[in-house]
């Protein structure tokens, strides 16, 4: 099965400069939170939940009063030094956050906490944190020099994100089905809400990182923090007649030179399957390109989607991929708890 390499389509162009930087590292919108105006706060943790999605602490401070604190995804959070013993409760701790900007709700979005034993860690980032007599800055994000790929093998992660994570694609050539939709939809409604993890397109630039393993008759790319598996078959097999359409469809795979191309088809309908905000159908057709540069550490990545029950044409977004050295993956499923805690808080 030969795969055709270029389709006449509708280009998003959707700069990564219209994320915000807390909207590429979460699976919801932290736009209520209050970025501007950072505070600290000092306090006892009554509760430490190293979930995925994200890791909560509730914290009491000094007069009662009960907090919940939003913390990074799983995988995020190891990178910065974090693990499922950093907090217990009764633990002392000082932390910095930035507060819902409806002052009725007590939730906040997590930057650093000091702990009882002086060790001082970023929740997104070790970078920008405050000068605090004493502290150890805790380090373990890899700084060694990653393997490059000679096969399209190793760690991936979306370095630049041009998938409109919250907001849908109004810019796309929506049928009249797919417009009504996409002006009428709910942030909330998203299925990662309730554990549905994400299928082709969506999980392609989804910010968790990818492992990719090369095979002699496929690909097998396991997806962190989703726990999805998807396998692109380069021995040119077809679609199986028993095949049970699903979420992440049926990829077949052709390699020319250092470029891999991907046709998936086989898809099942699914909510937000083409989008935010935009379901998709069975009839969606899914062509990925991925580019591995000369040095084997970065992949210009795109895709072209065609949903002719949603999309009046195909579109293309595009973005890239760069190889990361020791990443450890969060073995965690979903827990509902955690993936919902922030619709608690409208």
Not at 184 to 191: A, E, G, I, L, Q
Not at 210 to 235: A, P
Request: aromatic share 8%; charged share 25%; with cysteine.
């Amino acid at each position: 099965m030969r795969i055709a390499a270029t389709l006449p389509v509708f280009l998003c162009v959707c700069s990564a400069q219209f994320l915000s930087p807390s909207s590429v590292l979460s699976h919801h919108s932290r736009a209520n939170f209050n970025r501007d105006d950072p505070v600290e706060m000092t306090g006892t943790v009554t509760n430490y939940k190293w979930l995925n999605p994200h890791l909560y602490v509730d914290l009491e401070l000094a007069d009662g009063e009960i907090w919940v604190l939003e913390g990074h995804n799983l995988p995020g959070a190891m990178r910065v030094g974090w693990t499922e013993n950093t907090l217990t409760a009764g633990d002392q701790v000082r932390v910095g956050v930035t507060v819902d900007r409806n002052p009725d709700r007590k939730f906040a979005l997590m930057a650093w906490v000091l702990t009882p034993d002086k060790k001082l860690l970023g929740v997104f980032s070790n970078r920008n944190l405050p000068d605090i007599e004493g502290a150890e800055i805790v380090q373990v994000e890899p700084t060694g020099s990653a393997t490059p790929s000679k096969d399209f093998s190793g760690t991936w992660r979306a370095s630049v994100n041009n998938f409109p994570l919250f907001e849908p694609p109004l810019q796309w050539p929506l049928t009249e089905l797919g417009r009504q939709q996409a002006s009428s939809h709910d942030r909330d409604d998203d299925p990662l809400n309730r554990c549905i993890m994400r299928g082709t397109p969506r999980t392609i630039f989804a910010v968790s990182s990818s492992k990719w393993e090369r095979f002699d008759s496929h690909i097998r790319i396991t997806k962190d923090l989703d726990n999805t598996v998807r396998t692109v078959w380069l021995d040119g097999r077809d679609r199986p007649d028993d095949w049970q359409p699903d979420r992440l469809g049926f990829s077949v795979g052709e390699i020319q030179g250092d470029t891999l191309i991907v046709e998936t088809r086989g898809f099942s309908p699914d909510k937000w399957g083409n989008a935010a905000g935009l379901d998709s159908s069975d009839k969606k057709i899914v062509t990925e390109r991925y580019e591995l540069s000369r040095d084997g550490l970065k992949m210009d990545v795109s895709y072209t989607i065609s949903d002719p029950v949603y999309l009046t044409g195909s579109a293309t977004v595009g973005g890239n991929y760069r190889i990361v050295p020791a990443h450890v993956f969060a073995d965690a499923d979903c827990n509902i708890e955690s993936s919902t805690m922030h619709l608690f808080f409208k």
